[in-house]
């Protein structure tokens, strides 16, 4: 099973899928997968795009190679990309979008030390992606 924890920087999504994994389930989290490649900081504001797009073809063969190894993976996303949306629905993912608002986010975020200046502009893309996967 493939189960994909979506939402806001800061709503929670990492917390949420330490609590519900299993033991011998897998997460994969853009963040700590770039901080353990690179180690660099996890919450780096500017990433090396080539990196990113390593890390996000990493996480789509993980998801091919879960079924063979018969391994429950979380998958940790702000939201899904129209080409991990595909993906997601031919493996039967399950969505899990946590509705942690933005104040909320932007409070613990700063409150943590890791406001991003482009906070509002990653959620305004999530909206739009995720309005665009509902209809």
Known sequence: MITVVCGYPGSGKTTYAKQ????????????????AITNNNMHEEIRPKNIIEFINDFIKASIYKSKEYNIDVWLIRCCPDDIELEILKDNNAKIIWLETSREECRERLYKDNRLL??????????????KMMWN
């Open 20 to 35: 519900h994994k299993k033991y011998n389930d897998i997460m994969l989290d853009l963040d700590i997968i770039y901080s």
């Open 117 to 130: 200046k482009g906070f509002e502009f990653i959620c305004n893309r999530i909206d739009r992606q995720r």
